[in-house]
């Protein structure tokens, strides 16, 4: 990799750092309603969604009451996102005259987007008609990311507020989280993507001939909008089936770097706002060097095996499955912010990777997406961290375990515990049962041990609500859309369920002044136990799986004779 692609890495790091207090700011500004300055310009559109759903915003719900709001809305989600996808075909904005979407691809897409994972099982841009991206697919981009943090400001609600029932309401934390946050900064990247050649149409393809003087169809489409969401919201899904390796979604090297930028910036500004909505800035900078380190750490393990190339091509880098506008750099700061978030979007083919840079985003996956994480729950899964760390740290020095002057008890480490064990017993199990079935062994395309990293990455990205996919594995089955299709449902439920039910325990319990005694979360110790709790937890869950898997391919390959 040469000084320039460092160069690229270093301006993305800086800029990220540098604009991180920005967006926390703002998003404090967005859900308080204190400090918003879009709110002249845009206040009359949340007035008038509350109006339209009979919504008083003054009202606030019990965590219970939060709860059954999200699950009912995300399930009646589903719901329609089903019906749109397989009635598209008598639908307006279908000018390729697309049919409609078998059931099970259907179902894994519903669930898929409602959840914020957009796995995709199909090629967009001869699967889903205009309409169906638009209304269903992107409208949930908007959605699910807003649901998401809706479920962490409960979490820090409960942190912050002294002895109370009520954390909030469900649709006032969806609306202006839509209105203020995704929508302005949506339509300001959908325009500079447009400016930089990304198409926004509704024409359906343009027929055109090659240098061959053969005749090619070009597909079109409201491109620059979903893509714009897609970054901005942690969502990942593509509007063509090569995803953000495709020029018509990334067509420059700046389109590249400013997507990158997108797919990371929310998901940092929430850790820093977690700060200021606690009242401890210093807390909020402690948790983003700490996922900032394990991102940059798991960066330059990728470099340096990319770098190695391979013994027997003779390569100084792995350049296939490589877009040569994009570069190494682009690649791989892509791939491995894309796993640290639940983002998703590929422009490289990750199975093209070096199995060590492969296994770097396969562990960022199975560690729940806490390094930046998706809008909201990759904070979550972040403070279960916490959660757990603070728990062990008050065993150690013989105290009741304090966060933030709230005691942190059984209740509380119990759903902790589910929220760090769950999705990995639901990746772990679901590989297992796929190795031994006729139906999950006809999925693998390639032999051990890349097969198994394949099958592993994709159990890993649906249960952790990822969406990408290492893309060796033919996972468009009737057994992979409807088991892939369950990870997903419950992949989400481990993580959101939990940090509701703490969020509304925390904000019953009444704040304990600190004492001497009291441990502080805001000290390098704290951080260094942080950082070492996350590390422990998953290499104990996953080491034995990623030993059989990219370890072992890379240790099978510099071996490998000339």
Known sequence: ????????????????????????????????????????????????????????????????????????????????????????????????????????????TAVSFVTNTNWQVYAGETTMSHGTQMVGLTAQNFLSGATGAGAALVLARGISLKTAVKIGNFWVDLVRGVVYLFLPLSLVMALFLVWQGVPQTLKGSVEITTLEGRQERIPLGPVASQVAIKQLGTNGGGFFNANSAHPFENPTPITNFVELLAITLLPAGFVYAYGLMIGSKR???????????????????????????????????FWEGKESRIGAAGSLAWATSTTATANGSVNAMLSSLSPLAGGVALFNIMLGELLFGGIGVGLSSLLMFVLVTVFLSGLMVGRTPEYRGKKIEKREVQWATLAILGPALLILLGSSISTLIPEGLKGLSSPPPHGLTELLYAFSSTVSNNGSAFSGLKADSNYYAYILSGCMLLGRLTILLPTLAIGGALARKRAVPPSSGTFSTETPLFAILLLCSILIIGALTFFPALSLGPIVEQLLMMKRPL
């Open 1 to 108: 990799m040469g000084v320039w692609g460092l160069i690229e890495i270093a301006a993305f790091a800086a800029l990220l750092i540098g604009l991180t207090p920005v967006v926390g700011r703002y998003v404090v500004a967005v859900f308080t309603g204190e400090g918003n300055f879009l709110r002249p310009a845009l206040g009359w559109l949340e007035r008038g969604s509350y109006w339209l759903a009979g919504i008083d915003p003054k009202e606030e719900m019990t965590w219970g009451q939060y709860t059954k709001a999200l699950l009912l809305f995300n399930l009646l989600g589903i719901v329609v996102l089903l019906a749109l996808q397989m009635g598209q075909h008598f639908l307006p904005l279908n000018p390729q005259g697309l049919p409609a979407v078998g059931f099970a691809v259907a179902l894994n």
């Open 283 to 317: 807390h909020g900078w402690l948790l983003f060097w700490v996922i900032f380190a394990l991102w940059l750490a798991g960066l330059v393990v990728s470099i340096t095996a990319e770098s190695m190339g391979d013994p027997f091509l003779e390569s100084a880098t």
